[in-house]
């Protein structure tokens, strides 16, 4: 791997050397991190804890990476200066395990307690169904005499007997059928 520092620009402010470098790995992966910050420290004669990348970019199907490096003077301008994901990604800090407290559940709503005033025996008697009570009937309509008129009370309409026809009785005036009406309907 060749690394090549593009820009340098010196940060008196915060006490720092700002680097663009690109790096060139023909037939190698792209190079982790660890191994950036490694090559940084020995071209610019620095300790390896005083080298911060902020970002490394590979570009797709080439051989060159380039990144932003941060490079400070002493430890305690890295550890006043830059953020704590930062620190934890250079193995600078130690991540904050976050302790999950134990959620207490809700107190939970008591039914109601049923006295018990039978035995267990008659209660095994309860959980069985009941019989169904029969709903009461409704009354039945009246039966239909033949010729489609109501039966008179007491009496039923008999079916016709075999062979024998029923002499249609001749209507009384007003009494039956409404005379058809004219045009088809």
Known sequence: MELEITSKRENQLLKRVEIEFQAVHPGEATPNRDSLRTELAKSLSAKKEFVILDWVRSDFGRTRTVGYAKVYKS???VMRLERKPILVRMGLLAAEVKVKKE???PPAKE???????KPAAPAKEEAKPAKKEEAPKKEEAPKKAEGGRPAEKGKEAKPAEK???EEAKPAEKGEGKKPAA???K
């Open 111 to 117: 039914a109601p307690k049923k006295e018990e005033t």
């Open 163 to 165: 062979g024998k026809k």
């Open 75 to 77: 430890k305690e301008d």
């Open 103 to 105: 959620k207490k559940a």
């Open 182 to 184: 004219k045009g088809g």
